[in-house]
């Protein structure tokens, strides 16, 4: 079973294709969602780990920003290709909100997962025992391809 990850957006440099470009599935997957670093360290280390990543919005340089019109919108666009994934992993409660996922954490609603937005900021991870659930409801929803021997 694969898994997608799915986040808001890199505080970066405003970056945005144009075109047909802007709305592909495949070049939101090649951008990715925390494929290296010490974060993505962070989040294996309580058991989330994803094979494709993506973000809603595109790069903006300013920490906090956020266009819920436009999340909606791009999260329709995901939508149309998520039937691939087994398990789709949503991280923060404004990502949950462009898809119409509750925000409740230890949760799932069918293929997807939520969880607390991987930011070190996010004083979530603080808790050992959001840690533990994360890591029991990462456990229920894997599938047996997940399974590490």
């Known amino acids: 079973m694969k898994t997608l990850a799915i986040g808001e957006r ?3 440099p405003l970056w945005e ?11 939101r997957v090649v951008m990715g969602f925390y494929r290296t ?16 990543g993506v973000n809603l919005l595109w790069p903006h340089p300013s920490p906090g920003t956020w266009d819920a019109v436009e ?28 898809f119409g996922v509750p925000f409740e954490v230890g949760s799932a609603h069918g293929r997807f997962v939520p969880l607390p937005h991987p930011s070190g900021l996010n004083r979530m ?25």
């Open 37 to 52: 670093g010490h974060r993505r360290r962070f989040l294996r280390s309580v058991g989330i780990d994803w094979d494709d």
């Open 17 to 27: 294709p144009n075109g047909c470009v802007r709305d592909s599935f495949a070049v």
């Open 71 to 98: 999340a909606r919108r791009v999260a329709g666009v995901v939508l149309q290709d998520v039937s691939r994934y087994g398990r789709v992993l949503l991280f923060g409660r404004r990502v949950c909100d462009a």
């Open 125 to 149: 991870w603080n808790s050992q025992s959001t840690r533990e659930t994360v890591r029991q409801v990462m456990v229920e929803t894997s599938g047996p391809s997940d399974l590490k021997l």
């Open 10 to 12: 890199y505080n970066a």
